[in-house]
């Protein structure tokens, strides 16, 4: 029952570790892959109005791996049968500089203009779903700057959808579409070089913050930075609380479990009470004794450990082939819990567990080596 105990408690917490470090890996790869890794805008919504000099400047700073001005508004967007509000992102035909292409469901990633003057759009699925789209549909564009009079008439743009995206982060998927920049600025009246905003991506996500502090140094009022961790950072703080909390409730039960030693110790001291004493009139000192049952503690909980390592390898493989733990896309931004093992949970878990196995076999190691011998032949007879 001991070993199963520090096996149960041992597998649980390397689990929950492999289970909070995969919903981290997750929703980040997801937030990168949508969002950008720093943005540039000016206070009070007032465009860039010289966003290719910004441009050449921030590209200059090290760290930065490339820049690109979009075009950022709000407008309508409607099909056939149904209409939504939604935010217009335009940006290079060539795409942006998220990584969204990798999250196409349906169709392809392709903002250029088809054969019969129809520019590509790329929107996300719930946004598809909400207006019965696919690839292939007509989209119908509506922008306009102020009030609608009679003498301040809509923008209007007509879209073909080329392809779908889907993050399974409702936030992403619901309110944007991408479009070529060139249209943008048409249905938003912002010549060129006016730009919304800036996007920048930097050569290495551990970079984020240093390129994004010197940035905010570097850049005078009104222009002000972003970084991704900033602009989604009631999403990071929620992985953050997952990876805090988690693994410390667990391993209450690898506490619990390793505390079982002290009673499984405890009756093989009183199995072994006349084997004790015949062992101290024959010259074994206290000691001997306590490091008899020191070690016969330490193997159970070696056992023990050995087998809940096994029992969370095995789990990493079937969860990861079989998607047995389903979650609630809505809720959790994905279909199942991922699994990313780290080796050093493996050592952590380790050697947390047979420090904790020799801390409870030492109780019992220390009553045994204490008995009276005299005392102890007697008893046994």
């Given at each position: 029952?001991?070993?199963?105990?520090?096996?149960?408690?041992?597998?649980?917490?390397?689990?929950?570790?492999?289970?909070?470090?995969?919903?981290?890996?997750?929703?980040?790869?997801?937030?990168?892959?949508?969002g950008?890794?720093?943005?540039?805008?000016?206070?009070?919504?007032?465009?860039l109005f010289?966003?290719?000099?910004?441009?050449?400047?921030?590209?200059?700073?090290?760290?930065?791996?490339?820049?690109q001005?979009?075009?950022?508004?709000?407008?309508?967007?409607?099909?056939?049968?149904?209409?939504?509000?939604?935010?217009f992102?335009?940006v290079?035909?060539?795409?942006?500089?998220?990584?969204?292409?990798?999250?196409?469901?349906?169709?392809?990633y392709?903002?250029?203009?088809d054969?019969?003057g129809?520019?590509?759009?790329?929107?996300?699925?719930?946004?598809?779903?909400?207006?019965?789209?696919e690839?292939?549909?007509?989209?119908?564009?509506?922008?306009?700057?102020?009030?609608p009079t009679?003498?301040?008439?809509?923008?209007?743009?007509?879209?073909r959808?080329?392809?779908?995206y889907?993050?399974?982060?409702?936030?992403?998927d619901?309110?944007?579409?991408?479009?070529?920049r060139s249209?943008?600025?048409?249905?938003f009246?912002?010549?060129?070089?006016?730009?919304?905003?800036?996007?920048?991506?930097?050569?290495?996500l551990?970079?984020?913050h240093?390129?994004?502090?010197?940035?905010?140094?570097?850049?005078?009022f009104?222009?002000?930075?972003?970084?991704?961790?900033?602009?989604?950072?009631?999403?990071?703080?929620?992985?953050n609380l997952?990876?805090?909390t988690?693994?410390?409730?667990?391993?209450?039960?690898?506490?619990?479990?390793?505390?079982?030693?002290?009673?499984?110790v405890?009756?093989?001291?009183?199995?072994?009470?006349?084997?004790?004493g015949?062992?101290?009139?024959?010259?074994?000192?206290?000691k001997?004794?306590?490091?008899?049952?020191?070690i016969?503690?330490?193997?159970?909980?070696?056992?023990g450990?050995?087998?809940?390592?096994f029992l969370?390898l095995?789990?990493?493989?079937?969860?990861?082939t079989?998607?047995?733990i389903?979650l609630?896309?809505?809720?959790?931004?994905?279909?199942?819990?991922?699994?990313?093992?780290?080796?050093?949970?493996?050592?952590?878990?380790?050697?947390?567990?047979?420090?904790?196995?020799?801390?409870?076999?030492?109780?019992?190691?220390?009553?045994?080596?204490?008995?009276?011998?005299?005392?102890?032949i007697?008893?046994?007879?």
């Open positions: 029952m001991a070993i199963t105990g520090v096996a149960i408690g041992s597998a649980g917490l390397l689990i929950a570790f492999s289970i909070v470090h995969g919903f981290k890996s997750v929703i980040q790869e997801k937030i990168m892959g949508y950008t890794h720093i943005t540039i805008e000016t206070y009070g919504n007032d465009p010289r966003s290719d000099t910004l441009a050449v400047f921030v590209a200059d700073v090290p760290g930065v791996q490339e820049v001005p979009v075009i950022y508004s709000q407008g309508m967007l409607q099909t056939r049968d149904f209409a939504e509000g939604v935010f992102k335009g290079d035909p060539e795409g942006d500089l998220s990584d969204i292409r990798n999250y196409i469901r349906n169709g392809s392709d903002l250029t203009t054969e019969n129809m520019p590509g759009a790329v929107i996300g699925a719930r946004l598809a779903q909400n207006l019965n789209a690839p292939g549909s007509i989209l119908t564009a509506y922008a306009i700057q102020g009030m009679p003498l301040n008439l809509p923008q209007i743009q007509q879209f959808l080329s392809g779908v889907h993050t399974g982060i409702d936030t992403f619901d309110t944007m579409i991408l479009i070529s249209y943008a600025r048409t249905l009246d912002m010549a060129e070089p006016k730009a919304s905003q800036l996007e920048v991506r930097v050569q290495n551990d970079d984020i240093a390129v994004g502090q010197t940035l905010a140094e570097k850049l005078p009104p222009y002000y930075t972003q970084t991704v961790y900033q602009t989604y950072r009631s999403i990071f703080a929620w992985i997952q990876e805090q988690i693994p410390f409730v667990i391993a209450v039960m690898v506490i619990v479990a390793a505390f079982n030693l002290i009673g499984t405890l009756i093989m001291v009183l199995e072994r009470t006349r084997d004790i015949i062992l101290k009139t024959m010259g074994a000192s206290d001997d004794i306590r490091s008899v049952f020191l016969e503690g330490l193997i159970v909980g070696a056992a450990l050995l087998i809940g390592i969370s095995a789990f990493y493989v079937i969860q990861d079989w998607q047995l389903p609630p896309e809505e809720s959790y931004y994905m279909t199942s819990a991922p699994v990313e093992p780290h080796i050093s949970d493996f050592f952590l878990v380790s050697i947390l567990t047979l420090i904790l196995c020799a801390l409870a076999s030492w109780l019992p190691a220390r009553v045994a080596s204490r008995l009276n011998p005299l005392k102890v007697a008893y046994g007879r």
